[in-house]
């Protein structure tokens, strides 16, 4: 069976593979690589369902074969739940890694002035799977922490260098990937979603 990963982000891929296997799932991963001509999805919607429903149901349509999407962020506590949908374009489009350490900088530059006990954030994740047929299931997942000062650890991508679970004295990005799998927004829902996946299947 295979089964698209729509996204462009290598990183994603393999951690798409090792959760679906840690739930049964035989299944060939690909990811938007493998499909040279894809479309480009805009995430246009104002919430992460949104945003993840239309890129599932565009590769879906184009490849023929059932595709999964997620579109998640961060949203910060005295950021009024922001950067939210825009977590990835937070400081504007400059891409790569770039973006990456852009929209990280601005978090940080935006949080300079305001305490630790208010610095609490989550990660929010929506997954969805699209099949040829037109079935659909939504996941979702939360993982709740705060937002640190500084960068820490060289795991992981987007905000993970600032950001530390409930529970953690580490971020994200200083967590063995197999760990941060475990308790992820990601990875939450993806698990939510390879198990309503391995019943169709």
Known sequence: MKIVLATRNAKKVPEMRAILAEAGVTAEVLGLDAFPDAPDVPETEPTFIGNALLKARA??????????ADDSG????????MPGVLSARWAGRSGGQDQDRANLDLVLDQLADTPAERRGAQFVCAAVLVMPDGTEVVAEGVLRGRVITERRGENG????????????????????????NAISHRGIAFRKLAGDLAEMI
């Open 59 to 68: 590769i879906a349509a184009h490849t023929n074969l059932p595709a999964v």
């Open 74 to 81: 961060l949203s910060v506590d005295e950021l009024r739940g």
């Open 157 to 180: 991508f987007g905000y993970d260098p600032v950001f530390v679970p409930e529970g953690e004295s580490r971020t994200t990005a200083e967590l063995p990937p197999e760990e941060k």
